[in-house]
C-alpha cells in the first residue's frame, strides 16, 4: 500500500516533461510540457509523479527526461 503514502515521502528524482503527444490518452490534461515533476516512485515502464491535477499519476517514461 504504499501508493497511499506518496503525497508524504521525499522524492525519488526530478524530472521535465518533454512532450504531451500521446497516441492513445489525453495527457496533456495532467501535464504541462517544460515543467517539472517529481518522481514519488519508478518501474521499468512508467514513472509515478504528482501531476497538474494534484493526485499521483502514472505515465509512460517517454514523455519526461531525467534532471540531474
Known amino acids: 500500500?504504499?501508493?497511499?503514502?506518496w503525497h508524504k515521502t521525499t522524492p525519488v528524482k526530478k524530472v521535465?516533461?518533454?512532450h504531451?503527444?500521446?497516441?492513445?490518452y489525453?495527457?496533456?490534461r495532467a501535464l504541462s510540457e517544460g515543467k517539472e515533476?517529481?518522481?514519488q516512485n519508478e518501474t521499468e515502464e512508467f514513472y509515478?509523479?504528482?501531476d497538474n491535477t494534484g493526485k499521483v499519476g502514472g505515465y509512460y517514461?517517454?514523455?519526461?527526461?531525467?534532471?540531474s
Open 48 to 50: 509515478f509523479v504528482i
Open 61 to 67: 517514461k517517454e514523455y519526461f527526461e531525467a534532471i
Open 37 to 39: 515533476y517529481d518522481v
Open 20 to 24: 504531451t503527444n500521446a497516441a492513445k
Open 26 to 28: 489525453m495527457v496533456n
Open 16 to 18: 521535465k516533461c518533454v
Open 1 to 5: 500500500m504504499i501508493h497511499k503514502t
